[in-house]
């Protein structure tokens, strides 16, 4: 039975890199082995209720660890960025079954070619894989998009080039009236890159004016009422506390839904990822988002 849409609860988006499993020996000071830490990783998404998930960093045991962790109500959708099936990193996103029904996927990559498994774009130093997934909420009747993704850490050319990517194929899906984007990411960059500005439209340049389709910063739409981000800002902590802080992980809503009043953004948060032993579940921390549908 339907629920009510005035009733129904918000959907809760997150956006977690949980870090590369490093037993291969590619490991940094103060990283706890993937086999200990993803539990954790698991339970954090579980306990916070979320609803559908971007992961980076995945690799396919990584993915099969978490799947046998989530309950059978979870699917997930993605594939390797090098070769289009398992190998190389995962952007996966994982999604409860009961909130939520898949509708269609794809993947695609950040590249000049994006249909070529493995292409790598630019002056990227790795292959960047898009998952793509239209979903329709069970409890509003409301479908929507969700892109995920892990932009390149290497190339500004390739993250600027990306960001411009995204907005041309998104605006290439010809949504309805009714329909939303959801983006969620790992960016590789903060608020002053020309990478961000062009995904949330301050790009001043007569090439991005051609591009009728943005995005949005959840933390900054809650912002409107007066409500403010729940925990910390910084997004990406490494290792050790002695590691430069970042805010690079983002949960973006195209702003058409925001502007016409579509969705809007009632909580965002950033969650803890080092416990009180000390020991931190990932380099990155999740960031959280509940939207609610009009």
């Known amino acids: ?46 306990f916070h209720k979320v609803d559908v998930v971007g992961f980076q960093e995945a690799l396919y045991n990584q993915v ?27 952007v996966p996103i994982f999604y409860n079954k009961n909130r939520l029904q898949l509708q269609e996927s794809a993947s695609w990559w950040l590249s000049e070619t994006p249909e070529v498994p493995g292409s790598v774009g630019w002056d990227a130093g790795l292959p960047r894989v898009v998952t793509q997934a239209k979903f329709l909420d069970r409890l509003t009747n409301k479908t929507f998009y969700h892109i995920n993704t892990h932009f390149d850490d290497r190339g500004e050319k390739a993250r600027d080039e990306s960001a411009r990517l995204i907005l041309h194929r998104t605006q290439e899906l010809n949504l309805t009236s009714q329909e939303t984007i959801i983006l969620t990411g790992d960016l590789n960059v903060e608020e002053d890159s020309s990478c961000y500005k ?81 020991m931190y579940i990932s380099d990155h921390r999740a960031v959280v988002a509940d939207l609610k549908f009009a």
């Open 198 to 278: 062009t995904l949330v439209g301050k790009q001043h340049s007569s090439d991005h004016e051609k591009d009728k389709f943005i995005f949005c910063d959840t933390r900054y739409d809650l912002s409107h009422d007066g409500t403010k981000s729940f925990g910390d800002q910084y997004t990406f902590t490494g290792f050790t506390s002695s590691q430069p802080l970042k805010r690079i992980d983002f949960v973006m809503v195209d702003s058409a839904s925001i502007s016409k009043s579509r969705v809007r953004t009632v909580n965002h948060g950033v969650v803890p990822n080092r416990f009180d032993d000390g």
């Open 1 to 46: 039975m339907r629920i009510p849409m005035s009733t129904a609860d918000p959907l809760r988006i997150a956006t977690f890199n949980i870090r590369f499993d490093g037993r291969s020996g590619l490991h940094t000071t103060g990283e706890t082995p993937w086999r200990i830490r993803h539990p954790k990783v698991a339970d954090t998404i579980t």
């Open 64 to 90: 099969q660890d978490l799947e046998r962790s989530f309950r059978s109500n979870w699917g997930w959708i993605g594939v390797g960025r090098d070769d289009g099936k398992r190998e190389g990193e995962f």
